[in-house]
T-cell receptor, first 115, second 115 residues
């Protein structure tokens, strides 16, 4: 069965420090895509970063980078230089091959940035 | 085009009543998805449209739920005879069919409370 696991219900980080949010996935497919979304208290899901299963380089988008370890089936999100505005829920998701593009989400990690 | 719009943002209804939510996707996107997110969980896929055709439905979409996308533009999600277990955030997303990350854009969601 395809599944996303986020084992950290909550994380704290000091402002300006880096933080890693963990994500492991389970799939038997060779072709898949991994996503990270941010959900502030207002509710919208904001796309942060994408990693394809065949991408050889780890994805980066500004302060966000994805530490993709295919053999371990992990896709951890690294946020550098945390800001107070980074406080939110963070969800890891996987696009299921052959499912018309539906996403499977993990339970999320609540990140709190301390001043 | 400012993104995916959902209306209403909040809905409180009495058990047994019918409710209808609306989603206006990004006009160029021909794929539209509905997800449900309960407290403390990640979003779960409900159904998917390509243009006006409803191509996939999750087993979560009971007979009380119906979704439409007339003319391939906006979409509505109706819940008949609401139950307390229907209380959740209902998220809509739209995307192009191609592209590495499928360009998913989510709306801000409709938060339903059944009392």
């Amino acid at each position: 069965a395809q599944k996303i696991t986020q084992t950290q219900p909550g994380m704290f980080v000091q402002e300006k420090e880096a933080v890693t949010l963990d994500c492991t996935y389970d799939t038997s497919d060779q072709s898949y895509g991994l996503f990270w979304y941010k959900q502030p208290s207002s509710g919208e899901m904001i796309f942060l970063i994408y990693q394809g299963s065949y991408d050889e380089q780890n994805a980066t988008e500004g302060r966000y980078s994805l530490n993709f370890q295919k053999a371990r089936k992990s896709a951890n999100l690294v946020i550098s230089a945390s800001q107070l505005g980074d406080s939110a829920m963070y969800f890891c998701a996987m696009r299921v091959t052959g499912s018309q593009g539906n996403l499977i989400f993990g339970k999320g990690t609540k990140l709190s940035v301390k001043p | 085009d400012t993104g995916v719009s959902q209306d209403p943002r909040h809905k409180i209804t009495k058990r047994g009543q019918n409710v209808t939510f609306r989603c206006d996707p990004i006009s160029e996107h021909n794929r539209l998805y509905w997800y449900r997110q309960t407290l403390g969980q990640g979003p779960e896929f409900l159904t998917y449209f390509q243009n006006e055709a409803q191509l996939e439905k999750s087993r979560l979409l009971s007979d009380r739920f119906s979704a439409e996308r007339p003319k391939g533009s906006f979409s509505t999600l109706e819940i008949q005879r609401t139950e307390q277990g229907d209380s959740a955030m209902y998220l809509c997303a739209s995307s192009f069919p191609t592209g590495a990350n499928y360009g998913y854009t989510f709306g801000s969601g409709t938060r339903l409370t059944v009392v």
